[in-house]
């Protein structure tokens, strides 16, 4: 009977310690996410003054365009540029973007099994808890009898 419960407690325990590591490993996944969050707007920050920049450097060509026929070629080496600038912008943050909803659909994934692990660990404890009021009663049973 004290070697059932001692079990019972070291189960009990082992799902505790079990649960904190879900629990530990959740928060680190958490702080990840927040660096990664960090760091697309940090990247989409660049991007907008690299578009900013590159906006006004064609505004810039297309009124030295107005002066000047000969300039017409550099102006127009510039919007290639800018339109090279943009579509690398646009490959970086749509890469940063399914980035970001990879991690969030790993994140979520993770949370739910983490989430039916705990359920699972509670009911385990609920069921050994039960079991133990059964087999107390049934002790004072015996000892009353």
Known sequence: MKRELQA???DIMEAE???NGWEEKSW???TM???KFKELEALSIKCN???RSSMSKLEELIS???QSVDYAAKIEAKINRVAALQSNCDEVVFGVEARVNYSKKETQNYTSRCAS???KLVED???ETHNVGVVEREVADVLEV
């Open 117 to 119: 692990e705990a359920k």
């Open 64 to 66: 030295l365009q107005q």
């Open 125 to 127: 404890v609920d069921i």
């Open 8 to 10: 019972v407690e070291r």
């Open 28 to 30: 680190d996944l958490d």
């Open 17 to 19: 310690v079990a649960r």
């Open 49 to 51: 003054q690299a578009l």
């Open 33 to 35: 996410i927040g660096h």
